[in-house]
Nanobody, 124 residues
Framework: QVQLVESGGGLVQAGESLRLSCAAS????????MGWFRQAPGKEREFVAA????????TYADSVKGRFTISRDNAKNTVYLQMNSLKPEDTAVYYC?????????????????WGQGTQVTVSS
């Protein structure tokens, strides 16, 4: 069982940065592949980034590549999403999730634990 709690969302202007955190409880965190997703009003939940259990491998959606960085600190049971050069189209609720299997996956159905989400709003 893994419980996830996101924080760090807020209202920023285009071009600014935010850092999201996802605190996890549960003894298996260090073995979980983790991901970040986002969902804008009226749209489906979409993949943003994922990271391996060790943190040595990452993957990103094309829309955020070069601007966002996913990382993790297994000693703190926390995964992060550093978001730079934010754009209005990045506005969404951001969710962290733990993958069901130890592999890099990008679809929501392949994740079985989810946080409650944190709102990110980017004004133009």
């Amino acid at each position: 069982q893994v419980q996830l709690v996101e924080s760090g969302g807020g209202l920023v202007q285009a071009g600014e940065s935010l850092r999201l955190s996802c605190a996890a409880s549960g003894r298996t965190f260090s073995t979980n592949y983790m991901g970040w997703f986002r969902q804008a009003p009226g749209k489906e939940r979409e993949f943003v980034a994922a990271i391996s259990a060790s943190g040595g491998s990452t993957t990103y959606a094309d829309s955020v590549k070069g601007r966002f960085t996913i990382s993790r600190d297994n000693a703190k049971n926390t995964v992060y999403l550093q978001m730079n050069s934010l754009k209005p189209e990045d506005t969404a609720v951001y969710y962290c999730a733990a993958a069901a299997l130890p592999m890099m996956v990008v679809t929501p159905r392949q994740y079985n634990y989810w946080g409650q989400g944190t709102q990110v709003t980017v004004s133009s």
